[in-house]
């Protein structure tokens, strides 16, 4: 199974840029990560610590992961996944009619099971340390005057490590609980801070992600209807990436190459990888679908369809590999089936429900 630092260091991964903050909690320690939420005042008495504070708040993307400091107990106790970008918020700390205005990210947090003590490694910590606004001292200690702090990738990596590994995969169980949509929306909302796109070439990328624009007309120059139903009315089909369209490269997004049109519910399994095709066009069914779901469906044996263009193998090459039977716990088998080696492989096997998130 892929870790949140093994998907950090794949290219065409999104996660790639998952940036790591370190956050100071003090008396607000039970209320934000019960609430799910860091919160920083736009106007502080304060040096300049709190100024980068304040200009960190705004800098978390969807994505990043935070370790939480609990500055009473001098321990890491949790380990959080920002789930959106800062938004101005009055403060939630306070009562009064008039409430100091703020900036606010919504963090989604899990608890370590075992605590960790930054002052105990300090010796290893402290060559990591930022040269500059750096959440803890030379001694291990938190600076009071910092609230939120950017971590370097080799700090973070030795916070991973002397944590046991348990912020791994606690990150990961994080991500699978924000839902199916949430590397998407992630990736989404990197596209859009690139400076590097035209205006118009980025609504093109956009519009790709929800199977419209620029990708759609190339698709359907490609394929025409449905390859398991055969519908062809355009109006009740999905136009899905074979290769994800978060791990694509931009010209991956808009190729129609990269696609098929499919019936909704075909889609919903095509996209979570419990189908698949060959590259003959044989379809290849999950061992772990529901059976219920193929008869209910009308997925008969034997179904074998028209077989792939060549540049539409190698997205389906990809799809097999890193995306089909890969739904359940990040699990993956060594090859796919056809529905008939299914039927013949699992007869009599009781119906199990696969609930998704």
Not at 45 to 57: F, I, T, V, Y
Not at 141 to 164: E, F, N, Q, T
Not at 337 to 353: F, I, M, R, Y
């Amino acid at each position: 199974m892929h870790t949140q630092s093994d998907r950090a260091a794949e290219t065409a991964d999104p996660f790639r840029d998952v940036r790591y903050w370190w956050v100071n909690h003090k008396r607000t320690h039970s209320q934000e990560l019960e609430g799910e939420f860091l919160w920083s005042a736009k106007k502080k008495n304060g040096g300049g610590g709190d100024r980068e504070s304040h200009s960190n708040m705004t800098r978390i993307m969807p994505g990043d992961v935070v370790f939480s400091y609990s500055v009473t107990a001098g321990m890491v106790r949790a380990v959080g996944v920002a789930l959106a970008r800062a938004r101005e918020t009055p403060d939630p700390f306070e009562n009064g009619a008039v409430r100091r205005p703020g900036w606010q990210v919504m963090v989604r947090f899990a608890q370590l099971t075992q605590p960790w003590t930054p002052k105990d490694h300090i010796t290893e910590l402290v060559r990591l340390l930022p040269e500059r606004h750096s959440p803890l001292r030379s001694n291990g200690d938190a600076d009071p005057a910092i609230y939120l702090a950017a971590v370097p990738r080799k700090m973070a990596a030795a916070v991973r490590r002397l944590a046991g590994n348990e912020i791994d995969r606690l990150v990961d169980d994080l991500i699978q609980r924000a839902g199916g949509q949430f590397p998407d929306d992630v990736a989404e909302e990197a596209l859009r801070q690139r400076k590097d796109l035209s205006p118009a070439h980025k609504r093109d990328l956009l519009d790709a992600r929800r199977g419209q624009g620029v990708f759609r007309s190339s698709l359907e120059k490609i394929e025409s209807a449905c390859r398991l139903t055969g519908l062809l009315d355009r109006r009740h089909l999905r136009a899905v990436h074979i290769k994800p369209w978060r791990y694509s490269n931009d010209a991956e997004k808009l190729d129609g190459h990269n696609g098929l049109l499919l019936s909704p519910h075909l889609e919903h399994l095509f996209a979570r990888g419990y189908i698949s095709f060959s590259n003959s066009g044989e379809l290849l069914v999950s061992r772990n679908l529901n059976p219920a779901v193929l008869d209910k469906w009308g997925l008969r044996v034997p179904r074998h369809g028209d077989a792939f263009r060549p540049e539409q193998c190698r997205y389906l090459d990809y799809h097999r590999a890193e995306v089909f039977d890969r739904h359940i716990g990040g699990r993956r088998k060594s090859q796919g089936q056809s529905l008939e080696d299914l039927a013949k492989s699992n007869p009599g096997v009781p119906v199990t429900v696969y609930a998704e998130e």
